[in-house]
């Protein structure tokens, strides 16, 4: 069964600053997409970010970039110029086959103005 | 962008009794939904797919008679609670799947439930 890890149950970082929240996951397959989903205290779930694992360019997304390392299984992601309004969960996520979204345990960021 | 629909938001029952939440895709087709079970500063886990027309499917060691899941059109699903006890209380969130494909444009969640059994 394929795994999600998150190494960082909390982070945090200064507002305008860049921070980087890690997730690596475990699987056999080749043909899978990877996610970064924002869950603020409204509890929302909202799409950060998706990578296909048949793409080598890293998504990115404004603010918001992943470094995609296939062979290491890593999918990191990036905040730059982070914001107050990016305080939040933030949940790593891969979807393969089983078309079932396996989620990580989470990292709870923290920006301090 | 598409939208789904959960309701109740929150909910709170008295132990023994049976809630009913719904999860509606209002401007897509969903041909699957799933369903989600979240406690307090814990990730999302996955509780059953469900499939519009047929019998959802059940991750391990969730109990089907306990969490009676039921998609009868392509834009409704929905999850009772039965006999409800305090250890059911917690986050449910739903998730809907455009019939088109499996991409982040077309995997929409509800706003979740917090159910609270007294």
């Known amino acids: 069964a394929q795994t999600v890890t998150q190494s960082q149950p909390e982070m945090s970082v200064q507002e305008a600053e860049t921070v980087t929240l890690s997730c690596t996951y475990d699987?056999?397959?080749?043909?899978?997409?990877l996610f970064w989903y924002k869950q603020p205290p409204s509890r929302q779930m909202i799409l950060v970010i998706r990578q296909e694992a048949y793409k080598q360019q890293n998504a990115t997304e404004n603010r918001f970039s992943v470094n995609f390392q296939k062979a290491a299984k890593s999918f990191s992601l990036k905040i730059s110029d982070s914001q107050l309004g990016d305080a939040a969960m933030y949940f790593c996520a891969y979807v393969g086959g089983s078309e079932k979204l396996v989620f990580g345990k989470g990292t709870k960021l923290t920006v301090n103005p | 962008g598409a939208v789904v629909s959960q309701h109740p938001s929150w909910v709170i029952c008295k132990s023994g009794t049976s809630v009913k939440i719904e999860c509606r895709s209002l401007?897509?087709?969903?041909?699957?939904m799933f369903w989600y079970r979240q406690f307090p500063k814990q990730s999302l886990m996955l509780m059953a797919t469900s499939n519009e027309g047929s019998k959802a499917t059940y991750e391990q060691g969730v109990e089907k008679d306990k969490f009676l899941i039921n998609h009868a059109s392509l834009t409704l699903s929905t999850l009772t609670v039965t006999s409800a006890h305090p250890e059911d209380s917690s986050f449910y969130i739903c998730?809907?799947?455009?019939?088109?494909?499996?991409?982040?444009?077309?995997?929409?969640f509800g706003s979740g439930t917090q159910l609270s059994v007294l």
């Open positions: 401007d897509f087709q969903a041909t699957t």
């Open positions: 998730s809907a799947r455009d019939v088109k494909g499996w991409t982040n444009e077309k995997l929409f």
């Open positions: 699987t056999s397959e080749s043909d899978y997409y």
